[in-house]
């Protein structure tokens, strides 16, 4: 079992790798957690999930872009992947769940795989149903998980226009579920005018807007 | 159809008014009641449509054949035509470049069979038939690359294997210069336009200095190339918020004069700061407001933009600012012309 210093140092470690998207050294940390006996939970939420979070600072400050963005990802899920398999479920309350899809049609998924990289850092399951994604399944794999919410992404002005129809199809099936949609063409008023219950602007806003939806349900 | 104001504003004439360019492939298709997919594998029916629809709205300037995921098939990519109720333009199945080792094994393609380009020669024959605007529309150095291979890959590059983004965008800088060199030598230098289109170095993706090494030297290197044989004027399309690589686009030369389009996320006085002495602006009305605003709406942003930049030294062109959307309401896009007679004269 490591000291709490040690441990300290591994989270600060993962942490700070996370951050300058160093890929071996996260795989590294993940690996000394797990022999030092450093619980998995711990080094995910207060390691990687932290340093996603000062990722996440960096982004709006326009310090960080995407290409930051996708090697810091690229540095956390290497970490988690070897982290996950060592979680103790029964520790941990029901994780909340979010679908996340870009709209039929559209198949520019750079901005949905931010948003997913927030969300998985922050410790929601993401049921991702990729790019183009037919209007329907977005309503059948919401009954088939019961995610809490439903994310939606559109870049086009074209296939922002299925938007209003995924929305109603989710909310007839379960008027409690939330949709939160973002994209180029997106703003908070056309969210309003399409029934979505938030709206978020980028990849680090969406994991608040999400939280903020759920608690107001 | 009248390109006359067009042609007057590039040879520094008076024109009676603004005029109105658009690019609004799409929104023609709805008009006449081809499919879209029409509109990208049969120039006749694409360059009917929009000559009908540019008369029907009194739009200036002429048809135009292009779009934005250019590069992926002309290198050996899939595309796919659109198709359905929510498709806009062709879109990428496969890139040419998924790996280190296709990168290493990729080569210039032939200009004159590659992807969609016979199309596009055969959609510019018809453009010179009618006495237009003869363009090319192509991706700018950064979108070309970024079409070739997965974009967040050429993100990924650019940070951990810089050398080999370099070496793709050396490809994709050489493509271009060769296809514009074909329209050069077909149709007579001077008569050539070409478009450019740069959405994927917009801000919303990579940072200003990401910018200044690994766009604004291929962009100018290229644009310089181009110039000098003998095209006059070349319109960029600087998509997107861009805002930050504002003071790098001034670096580049367009012509004399270029043309430069932008987004709604580019305010005209800073465009006509950074632009107005060497190129006709255009812009910046939000495809999205033409889409989902009122007519009131749509009419009181063009008459913002015509008051914000019709006085603009080489001159300005109100157009939507990015692709008009295809499902735009007629009354919406009707109103971008009232607005121009209603306050676009001088």
Same mark, same amino acid.
């Given at each position: 079992?490591?000291?709490?210093?040690?441990?300290?140092?591994?989270?600060?470690?993962?942490?700070?790798?996370?951050?300058?998207?160093?890929?071996?050294?996260?795989?590294?940390?993940? =690996?000394?957690?797990?022999?030092?006996?450093?619980?998995?939970?711990?080094?995910?939420?207060?390691?990687?999930?932290?340093?996603?979070?000062?990722?996440?600072?960096?982004?709006?400050?326009?310090?960080?872009?995407?290409?930051?963005?996708?090697?810091?990802?690229?540095?956390?899920?290497?970490?988690?992947?070897?982290?996950?398999?060592? @979680?103790?479920?029964?520790?941990?309350?029901?994780?909340?769940k979010i679908i996340l899809g870009v709209v039929e049609g559209d198949i520019h998924d750079i901005g949905k795989n931010l948003v997913k990289v927030m969300?998985?850092?922050?410790?929601?399951?993401?049921?991702?149903?990729?790019?183009?994604?037919k209007i329907e399944r977005f309503a059948e794999e919401q009954k088939r998980t019961g995610a809490q919410v439903v994310g939606i992404s559109a870049l086009m002005t074209t296939s922002m226009l299925a938007m209003p129809k995924i929305i109603k199809m989710v909310k007839d099936g379960d008027p409690n579920?939330?949709?939160?949609?973002?994209?180029?063409?997106?703003?908070?008023?056309?969210?309003?005018?399409?029934?979505?219950?938030?709206?978020?602007?980028?990849?680090?806003?969406?994991?608040?807007?999400?939280?903020?939806?759920?608690?107001?349900? | 159809?009248?390109?006359?104001?067009?042609?007057?504003?590039?040879?520094?004439? =008076?024109?009676?008014?603004?005029?109105?360019?658009?690019?609004?492939?799409?929104?023609?298709?709805?008009?006449?009641?081809?499919?879209?997919?029409?509109?990208?594998?049969?120039?006749?029916?694409?360059?009917?449509?929009?000559?009908?629809?540019?008369?029907?709205?009194?739009?200036?300037?002429?048809?135009?054949?292009?779009?934005?995921?250019?590069?992926?098939?002309?290198?050996?990519?899939?595309?796919?035509?659109?198709?359905?109720?929510?498709?806009?333009?062709?879109?990428?199945?496969?890139?040419?470049?998924?790996?280190?080792?296709?990168?290493?094994?990729?080569?210039?393609?032939?200009?004159?069979?590659?992807?969609?380009?016979?199309?596009?020669?055969?959609?510019?024959?018809?453009?010179?038939?009618?006495?237009?605007? $003869?363009?090319?529309?192509?991706?700018?150095?950064?979108?070309?690359?970024?079409?070739?291979?997965?974009?967040?890959? @050429?993100?990924?590059?650019?940070?951990?294997?810089?050398?080999?983004? =370099?070496?793709?965008?050396?490809?994709?800088?050489?493509?271009?210069?060769?296809?514009?060199?074909?329209?050069?030598?077909?149709?007579?230098?001077?008569?050539?336009?070409?478009?450019?289109?740069?959405?994927?170095?917009?801000?919303?993706? $990579?940072?200003?200095?990401?910018?200044?090494?690994?766009?604004?030297?291929?962009?100018?290197?290229?644009?310089?190339?181009?110039?000098?044989?003998?095209?006059?004027?070349? @319109?960029?399309?600087?998509?997107?918020?861009?805002?930050?690589?504002?003071?790098?686009?001034?670096?580049?030369?367009?012509?004399?004069?270029?043309?430069?389009?932008?987004?709604?996320?580019?305010?005209?006085?800073?465009?006509?700061?950074?632009?107005?002495?060497?190129?006709?602006?255009?812009?910046?009305?939000?495809?999205?407001?033409?889409?989902?605003?009122?007519?009131?709406?749509?009419?009181?942003?063009?008459?913002?933009?015509?008051?914000?930049?019709?006085?603009?030294?080489?001159?300005?062109?109100?157009?939507?600012?990015?692709?008009?959307?295809?499902?735009?309401?007629?009354?919406?896009?009707?109103?971008?012309?009232?607005?121009?007679?209603?306050?676009?004269?001088?």
């Amino acid at each position: 079992m490591a000291t709490t210093e040690r441990t300290a140092e591994i989270l600060q470690g993962l942490h700070d790798a996370v951050v300058d998207f160093e890929e071996d050294d996260t795989v590294a940390l993940a =690996h000394a957690a797990i022999d030092e006996g450093v619980d998995a939970y711990n080094a995910i939420m207060n390691g990687l999930a932290r340093g996603m979070e000062t990722v996440g600072d960096l982004y709006a400050r326009q310090e960080y872009f995407v290409p930051e963005l996708l090697l810091c990802a690229d540095a956390l899920y290497a970490a988690l992947d070897i982290l996950r398999p060592h @979680l103790q479920i029964e520790a941990q309350a029901e994780p909340r769940k979010i679908i996340l899809g870009v709209v039929e049609g559209d198949i520019h998924d750079i901005g949905k795989n931010l948003v997913k990289v927030m969300f998985d850092a922050a410790g929601w399951e993401v049921i991702d149903l990729v790019a183009d994604v037919k209007i329907e399944r977005f309503a059948e794999e919401q009954k088939r998980t019961g995610a809490q919410v439903v994310g939606i992404s559109a870049l086009m002005t074209t296939s922002m226009l299925a938007m209003p129809k995924i929305i109603k199809m989710v909310k007839d099936g379960d008027p409690n579920v939330r949709v939160l949609v973002g994209g180029a063409p997106i703003n908070s008023d056309i969210a309003a005018t399409y029934g979505a219950d938030g709206y978020a602007d980028n990849a680090g806003e969406a994991v608040a807007a999400a939280q903020i939806m759920v608690a107001r349900a | 159809m009248s390109s006359t104001r067009v042609f007057d504003l590039l040879q520094g004439k =008076h024109v009676d008014r603004v005029p109105l360019y658009h690019f609004l492939i799409g929104f023609c298709a709805r008009n006449v009641g081809y499919t879209i997919a029409d509109m990208y594998a049969d120039p006749i029916k694409s360059y009917q449509a929009q000559a009908w629809t540019f008369e029907q709205y009194g739009i200036d300037g002429g048809p135009d054949y292009g779009y934005a995921s250019y590069g992926g098939w002309e290198f050996g990519g899939e595309v796919k035509m659109p198709e359905g109720e929510w498709q806009q333009a062709p879109s990428h199945v496969t890139f040419p470049v998924n790996t280190l080792d296709d990168l290493d094994s990729l080569t210039l393609p032939d200009v004159t069979t590659a992807g969609s380009l016979p199309l596009a020669m055969e959609f510019s024959k018809l453009q010179q038939q009618n006495g237009d605007l $003869i363009t090319v529309i192509l991706g700018g150095n950064f979108s070309v690359a970024g079409n070739i291979c997965p974009p967040s890959m @050429l993100c990924r590059w650019m940070l951990k294997r810089p050398d080999d983004a =370099h070496k793709l965008l050396r490809i994709a800088s050489d493509h271009i210069i060769d296809v514009v060199r074909y329209w050069a030598d077909t149709f007579g230098a001077d008569n050539v336009v070409p478009n450019l289109w740069e959405p994927v170095a917009a801000n919303d993706i $990579i940072s200003p200095r990401q910018f200044e090494q690994f766009v604004l030297p291929y962009i100018k290197e290229t644009n310089e190339r181009i110039l000098a044989m003998g095209v006059k004027h070349i @319109l960029y399309h600087i998509c997107g918020e861009q805002n930050a690589n504002l003071p790098l686009w001034a670096q580049i030369p367009m012509g004399d004069p270029g043309l430069v389009t932008f987004g709604h996320q580019v305010t005209l006085t800073k465009a006509v700061e950074y632009f107005g002495d060497s190129c006709v602006i255009l812009g910046n009305v939000s495809p999205a407001l033409v889409q989902t605003g009122t007519p009131q709406q749509v009419y009181q942003a063009c008459r913002s933009a015509i008051l914000e930049a019709k006085d603009a030294p080489r001159g300005f062109m109100l157009m939507s600012g990015c692709e008009l959307p295809p499902m735009a309401s007629p009354y919406n896009v009707y109103m971008m012309k009232k607005a121009i007679e209603d306050f676009g004269y001088y």
